[in-house]
């Protein structure tokens, strides 16, 4: 199954805040990427519509078992790929920043091991 890189992103926004807020909104969700209300309110829409998320009466986003599935996939590879890459020197901003766009193009071959290797030579402090 395809799904767009923005969708990705959309997931895994919904994911983390769910984890720091409890409860999200498509408020919280254009806070958080700094996107209008009206494209935020569009993607909902297009997430619903592809049965990534559920809508409450009250406005309260959730994932779906697939939409989470896709939103937990791409949230590993960024946290894994943020940690490697500043493990090789880059400074953290531009870690996390580089890894945003790596994880959606990587293949799941080439994260498995870098996955591997990270958990093989944790960063020692």
Request: charged letters at 20%; one cysteine or more.
């Amino acid at each position: 199954m395809h799904i767009y890189e923005s969708a990705e992103n959309y997931l895994e926004t919904i994911l983390i805040l769910s984890i720091r807020l409890g409860q999200v909104r498509s408020i919280d969700i254009a806070n958080e990427l700094s996107f209008s209300k009206p494209s935020v309110s569009v993607a909902m829409k297009n997430l619903r519509n592809g049965g990534y998320i559920i809508t409450n009466r009250e406005g309260l986003i959730s994932l779906t078992d697939t939409g989470r599935a896709i939103a937990e996939r791409i949230y590993e590879r960024h946290t894994v790929l943020t940690q490697w890459l500043i493990s090789l020197g880059v400074n953290p901003e531009t870690a996390a920043a580089d890894a945003c766009r790596i994880e959606h193009v990587i293949s799941a071959d080439t994260f498995a091991a870098i996955k591997a290797h990270v958990n093989q030579n944790p960063e020692k402090e």
